[in-house]
């Protein structure tokens, strides 16, 4: 089992390619609670309509990035292994041409993966 908890972290070391200040920057701007889906499947154009579920997983990141590997919880490693799933599936989906101001990226930011970087 500590393999796998080894690389788990090490996957999510590797997805989560934003520094905490450039997360913590991003989940604060418009821009990021302006994308994604609420945990009802609504979607999310505007920073009034509630949480999108990335948004508050960035959130979660934050919080992840924040602890001690030791002190990691059962429920850290499952957070970090769904955002593990969701960037690679997510990443799959990239558009054709430019994506530095699509809500594919945006998304993909507030689960503390920039894909242009």
Do not use: C
């Not at 590797?14 to 450039?22: I, S």
């Amino acid at each position: 089992m500590s393999g796998d908890r080894d690389e788990t972290i090490a996957e999510f070391r590797k997805v989560v390619n934003m520094a905490p200040a450039a997360l913590r920057e991003w989940l604060g701007s418009e821009e990021s609670q302006s994308v994604g889906m609420t945990p009802e499947g609504e979607k999310v154009t505007g920073k009034g309509q509630g949480e999108a579920v990335g948004h508050r997983m960035g959130q979660r990141i934050l919080e992840i990035k924040a602890r001690r590997q030791a002190d990691l919880s059962e429920e850290d490693l499952a957070d970090m292994r769904k955002v593990i799933g969701y960037v690679h599936r997510h990443g799959k989906q990239r558009p054709k041409g430019d994506v530095a101001d699509t809500r594919w990226r945006h998304s993909l930011m507030n689960w503390g993966h920039d894909p242009l970087a």
